[in-house]
């Protein structure tokens, strides 16, 4: 009881600043440090070492000197110590402090470099991310050629990595250009060209891998929506200008990782992804449209003016065939597939609901676009489109009832052409898969339409091929219970249950054997068989023996 009354008289007590020091006292220590320790710290990091002094070749050993790793931390010591001094030392001393730590990061020996990339990251974390612009500036003004190339990329990866958990949405925006020139870099200049030459990756820790993809996403996590379309502009215009598959490839995985970051960032709201998606999907973003100059010259010529050749034969072809022409957009379907599977994550996490007025305006506009994306000629795109439809599609949205027909026409049409045997393989096979998926999303869910008598005949005959099919048992499953809870009749349906029937009894999976009970099962209880459930019946009893 007397301990719980003291601490009630000390909670009502006001707080009192105790005071350490006079003023006096205080203002010199203040000089004292200022004057005669800093000084000596920094004197102590920045004085010669013995192996600056040494030719790489002629070093007396590969392992650094006791005093060189002891002096790295010293920096640390040094920001603790500013930062708790009055307003305007942090800013005096700190660019000189990092300045040193750079230097130690283009040392030869694996050990300070791992010292210096420790203590910069201990800084960082130390000084915030209001920091991080001047710690990208002396890095990059000092890791300047040559190795240390690898060492500044794995390094600010390093750095962004563990300022995560304190960095806010708007804290990179001042050094997006560095840094995307920096991993463009990595991924695309002679950095990329280097990491390909096993004495380089060989000798050197930090070339062995490629930290560009990470930072990317990173970079895009906590990335502003006023420099979102920054991001995405240097790919498209890296995609413009190369004819490499490789490289193609490259700005695939960076869009993909992009595409995760976005996802994951606080500050962008669902309506202001679907605009830059919407935008991305339609080419029609103005960031990434081409310049009017390019337009004009791309236009049909005037009829009016003179051809610039009337011959009607055409000249005779140069020695090895003519070159095809490369156009400037032929890898812009990586980039419309990138806004495609952005919106299809999310539809998938549901980030966009059916109650949300606003939602679904914002998603009606997509309808148009999927509906010209999935006869793409790019399979991904269409395999995208379709895995997109299978959400869109059970939405409320004005659209579908214009776009629902051509939208029906279209899957078959892409069945036709995929769905064949021996043509659905690799990528071709995605695509197939996402279409029964579509299809049985738009027979179950869509009530306006219904599909005609000659399109689920062809439905059936691929249920029918596909029940055998180990890798497409699960789709035609789906789709003909989607048959079934629509009602639709067929002749070929009361064949296709015979079949099902004998495979829930002879399937080597259980899985299947479970299936195919549950199609035959629904079959019974909402079609009238009348008579015909004895026959039925008969045939499970022989089959258990009864």
């Known amino acids: 009881m007397e301990g719980e009354e003291d601490v009630k008289a000390l909670e009502d007590k006001p707080l009192q600043i105790v005071k350490m020091c006079s003023v006096g006292l205080a203002s010199r220590i203040h000089r004292t440090i200022l004057r005669n320790i800093l000084p000596r710290l920094h004197k102590s990091i920045t004085k010669e070492a013995k192996s600056d002094t040494q030719h790489k070749k002629a070093a007396a050993s590969k392992y650094a000197e006791d005093e060189e790793i002891l002096s790295v931390p010293i920096a640390l010591a040094m920001v603790k110590l500013v930062q708790n001094l009055p307003k305007g030392a942090l800013e005096n001393n700190i660019q000189s402090i990092l300045l040193k730590v750079c230097q130690f990061l283009k040392s030869r020996s694996k050990d300070i470099r791992h010292i210096a990339r420790d203590t910069l990251i201990k800084i960082s974390v130390s000084l915030g991310p209001k920091y991080f612009h001047c710690i990208m500036k002396e890095m990059k003004s000092s890791l300047l050629k040559g190795y240390q190339l690898h060492v500044l990329c794995y390094t600010i990866h390093a750095v962004l990595k563990n300022l995560s958990p304190v960095l806010t949405v708007g804290d990179l925006d001042w050094s997006i250009s560095p840094l995307i020139q920096t991993f463009n870099e990595e991924l695309f200049g002679n950095v990329a060209d280097e990491k390909e030459v096993a004495g380089i990756v060989g000798k050197l820790m930090e070339a062995k891998t490629s930290k560009s993809y990470d930072s990317y996403e990173i970079m895009a996590k906590f990335v502003s929506h006023h420099c979102l379309t920054q991001l995405v502009k240097t790919m498209k215009q890296i995609l413009e200008s190369t004819k490499s598959h490789k490289v193609a490839a490259k700005c695939q995985e960076v869009l993909k990782r992009i595409s995760f970051g976005l996802l994951e960032n606080q500050g962008l709201t669902e ?276």
């Open 271 to 546: 309506e202001a992804l679907l605009v830059f998606i919407h935008g991305l999907a339609s080419e029609t973003l103005p960031a990434l449209q081409p310049k009017q100059s390019e337009q004009m010259d791309e236009a049909a010529p005037d009829p009016r003016l003179q051809p610039k050749s009337t011959y009607l034969l055409k000249p005779e072809p140069p020695r090895g065939g003519v070159r095809p022409k490369a156009s400037g957009k032929s890898n812009l379907h990586i980039l419309i597939n990138f806004g495609l599977q952005t919106l299809y994550m999310l539809l998938k996490r549901s980030r966009l609901v059916s109650t949300n007025i606003t939602h679904l305006q914002m998603v009606d506009p997509f309808v148009g676009i999927l509906t010209q994306c999935i006869t793409s000629k790019y399979v991904k795109i269409s395999t995208t489109s379709f895995r997109c439809l299978c959400w869109v599609l059970k939405l409320p949205l004005p659209s579908l009832k214009d776009h629902t027909k051509t939208l029906t026409n279209k899957m078959f049409i892409v069945l036709k052409n995929y769905a064949a045997a021996g043509a659905a393989k690799a990528d071709n096979f995605d695509l197939v898969v996402a279409c029964f998926k579509a299809i049985t999303v738009m027979v179950r869910d869509v009530k306006d339409h219904t599909i005609d008598a000659g399109q689920l005949q062809v439905l059936l005959s691929y249920c029918e091929e596909d029940i055998h099919d180990y890798s497409r048992q699960a789709t035609a499953f789906t789709l003909l219970k989607a048959i079934l809870t629509r009602k639709l009749n067929s002749p070929e349906i009361v064949e296709i249950i015979n079949k099902v029937s004998k495979l829930s009894i002879t399937a080597d999976s259980s899985h299947v054997r479970l299936q195919s009970r549950q199609v035959v099962m629904q079959y019974l209880l909402d079609y009238p068989v009348r008579k015909k459930i004895k026959r039925h019946l008969d045939f499970f009893c022989v089959s258990v023996g009864l």
